[in-house]
């Protein structure tokens, strides 16, 4: 019985401790990323405000090809938004929507991670001279979950690379197709 007395004290402990160092910590988590395209702002925005248009630049789209998404009608523009499900640990499930947009210049994305709680995609489209300067921000308020806090920063690297990514793609899908309209689609069942 005394063995068991002292691994409950000790787990009682180590959970106290886990607790109050996760109080230094952040509880929101900002990154965001920018890149540079050579495209008018309303040509990057129809890729962003369609949701449709999303596997052809998205990281998260490719990580898992049986992924299953449902897209609720309307698939832009303010209120759009679409459900995945996969096996993958990884993808998981969740929404997206789009809960603001200022055409060509601003498009706000809630997404729910289901038991991972909601964070908030942020595009800000600023044209320059010969092209677009897109910056894409994450954020996420992990609240007093302690475990969230301490990997807070986990997560923040791990987002911050998965919109380098993004962006990389979007540019590129961007600069050598006619990605203009939403006719330019790629269709994911």
């Not at 180590?14 to 008018?40: G, H, M, Q, W, Y």
């Not at 789009?98 to 706000?108: C, G, N």
């Not at 991972?116 to 910056?135: M, Q, R, W």
């Amino acid at each position: 019985m005394k063995i068991i007395k002292k691994i409950s004290a000790f787990l009682l402990v180590l959970i106290a401790v886990i607790f109050v160092v996760s109080l230094f910590f952040d509880r929101k988590i900002e990154t965001n990323k920018s890149i540079f395209i050579n495209a008018p702002a309303a040509t990057v925005f129809t890729q962003l405000n369609e949701l449709k248009n999303w596997p052809n630049w998205m990281p998260w789209h490719r990580k898992d090809p049986n992924t299953k998404y449902t897209y609720e009608i309307p698939s832009s523009g303010l209120n759009a938004s679409y459900r995945w499900e996969s096996e993958n640990k990884e993808v998981g499930k969740g929404t997206v929507k789009i809960s603001e947009v200022v055409a060509d210049k601003h498009l706000v994305t809630e997404v729910n991670f289901m038991e991972n709680g909601v964070s908030y995609g942020i595009f800000d489209l600023v044209p320059e001279p010969s092209g677009t300067k897109v910056t894409w921000t994450f954020k996420s308020d992990m609240g007093y979950n302690p475990l969230g806090r301490l990997f807070g920063s986990y997560i923040k690297s791990m987002i911050a690379q998965d919109y380098e990514a993004g962006l990389k793609n979007l540019k590129s899908f961007v600069e050598t197709s006619s990605a203009t309209t939403p006719a330019d689609t790629v269709s994911i069942q």
